[in-house]
C-alpha cells in the first residue's frame, strides 16, 4: 500500500502561482485486534505494520516479550486496516480487564488508561549506556536525514532509529504519528532479537512523557531527541537510569539526565 499520493495543487512561491503535483503523506485508520478483540484504532502511516503492532503491544505492557505474540496478520480493509495479533492468554485475560474498567467512561487521554495511578507504568531502572558519546550522537544525527525518505517526499513524517552506540543506524523507522514510529522500531528490534542495551534511540520529535516511556519499556538506556523534552519525561528519564538528551542538532545537544554515562570528546563549554 503507497505511504504518499500525489495531489494536484496551487502553489505560491515568490508572488507567482503556478498548478503543480504535490505528494502528501498517507495515514489510514488501523485496528489492533487481540485475539479477535479490537483494542484501539489508530491513525497510521500503512507500512511496517507488523513492527507497529509487535512494538506498540510492548510499548504499552499488553505483553512483556516477543515470544507472547504468537502471530500477526495484516488484513486490508474497506474502511481501514486491521491487524490481527494472536497473544497468551495470560496477556489477554489483563488486557480484558483493563478494557473492563474502561467500560462506560467516554474517553480517555492516554490509550488503556483508567486511573493516574495506571499512567506511571511498573518503575524499570536501566543499566549505564555503555559506549555512549557524543561523537556517536554526531554520526547518527548527521546520517538519520538520507534515511527519512517519506520525510523529504512529504514533509509530515516522523522518524525514530535506534543505533549502535558508534552512531550507525541499525534500524529506522517512519510515520504519520511520533509514537508509531518509535513503537515500530521498538517491534522491528524484538522480531531481529536485538540487545536494547547495545544502542541508543534517536527521534526527530519532542521527547514526551510517553515517548520517554516507550524508551524505557523497551530497554534503551539513552534517549536523544532533536526537539524539545517535557519536564515529565525528563523526569521519568532521571529516575529510571536513562541518559537523555534534546535539542539535537548537528553538533548541538542539551543532556537532561544522567550525564555521567555520557562520553565526550570535546570540553564541557564546547559541548
Not at 496551487?10 to 502528501?24: F, H, I, K
Amino acid at each position: 500500500m503507497p505511504t504518499a499520493r500525489s495531489r494536484d495543487v496551487l502553489r505560491m512561491r515568490g508572488g507567482v502561482l503556478a498548478e503543480t503535483a504535490d505528494m502528501v503523506v498517507d495515514e489510514v485508520p488501523v485496528a489492533l485486534v487481540y485475539n479477535g478483540l479490537s483494542h484501539a484504532v489508530m491513525m497510521a502511516t500503512p507500512a511496517d505494520l507488523e513492527d507497529f503492532a509487535l512494538g506498540f503491544s510492548l510499548s504499552e505492557g499488553i505483553i512483556d516479550s516477543a515470544a507472547a505474540c504468537y502471530g500477526i496478520e495484516v488484513e486490508q480493509g474497506g474502511q481501514g486496516i486491521a491487524v490481527q495479533l494472536e497473544i497468551a492468554s495470560s496477556a489477554f485475560v489483563g488486557l480484558k480487564e483493563r478494557r473492563r474498567v474502561l467500560a462506560g467512561r467516554t474517553g480517555c487521554g492516554l490509550c488503556g488508561v483508567d486511573s493516574l495511578e495506571q499512567v506511571r507504568r511498573p518503575e524499570r531502572v536501566l543499566a549505564p549506556a555503555i559506549g555512549f558519546h557524543a561523537a556517536g550522537v554526531r554520526a547518527a544525527l548527521g546520517a538519520i536525514g538520507a534515511e527519512q525518505q517519506l520525510t523529504r517526499l512529504t514533509g509530515a513524517a516522523h522518524a525514530a532509529a535506534w543505533c549502535g552506540m558508534d552512531g550507525s543506524l541499525r534500524i529506522v523507522r517512519e510515520d504519520v504519528g511520533r509514537h508509531n514510529a518509535l513503537d515500530k522500531v521498538i517491534g522491528a528490534m524484538a522480531r531481529a532479537k536485538c540487545s536494547p542495551e547495545d544502542g541508543f534511540f534517536l527521534i526527530t520529535s519532542r521527547v514526551s512523557f510517553e515517548m520517554a516511556q516507550k524508551a524505557v519499556m523497551a530497554g534503551v538506556p539513552a534517549l536523544v531527541g532533536m526537539s524539545a523534552p517535557t519536564l515529565a519525561a525528563v523526569e521519568l528519564a532521571e529516575k529510571a537510569g536513562m541518559t537523555l538528551l534534546a535539542f539535537a542538532r548537528g553538533r548541538d545537544f542539551v543532556c537532561y539526565t544522567h550525564p555521567q554515562h555520557l562520553g565526550l570528546d570535546v570540553t564541557a563549554s564546547e559541548a
